[in-house]
């Protein structure tokens, strides 16, 4: 079992930036890949970045290539989000997600969710 606790969603406005945390606990976190969902009202879950065991390969959407960062950190069991430059768009309940397969992107490869933490954007 993995337990996986999201923190650093709120309000901002457009052109601000956000620090998602999700903190791991329940396995080794240094041999999991990591994954940010997101998923706006009306919206289906897409996923926004992604992250090797590594650390040492990214993935990122085009809608959010250049603005957001994704980093692990093994030594405090954490991943992060870095959002700037944040759009209206953008708003939406994020969730980080992990799983055991290298390079996954498909939502079916993460295993383990968190519980979501509200991200809202205004204009």
């Known amino acids: 079992q993995v337990q996986l606790v999201e923190s650093g969603g709120g309000l901002v406005q457009a052109g601000g930036s956000l620090r998602l945390s999700c903190a791991a606990s329940?396995?080794?976190?240094?041999?999991?890949?990591m994954g940010w969902f997101r998923q706006a009202p009306g919206k289906e879950r897409e996923l926004v970045a992604a992250?090797?065991?590594?650390?040492?390969?990214?993935y990122y959407a085009e809608s959010t290539q250049g603005r957001f960062t994704i980093s692990k950190d093994n030594a405090k069991n954490t991943v992060y989000l870095q959002m700037n430059s944040l759009k209206p768009e953008d708003t939406a309940i994020y969730y980080c997600?992990?799983?055991?397969?290298?390079?996954?992107?498909?939502?079916?490869?993460?295993?383990?969710w968190g519980q979501g933490t509200l991200v809202t954007v205004s204009e």
């Open positions: 329940g396995r080794t976190f240094n041999l999991m890949s």
């Open positions: 997600a992990s799983s055991s397969a290298v390079g996954g992107t498909k939502e079916t490869q993460f295993e383990y």
């Open positions: 992250i090797i065991w590594s650390g040492r390969a990214t």
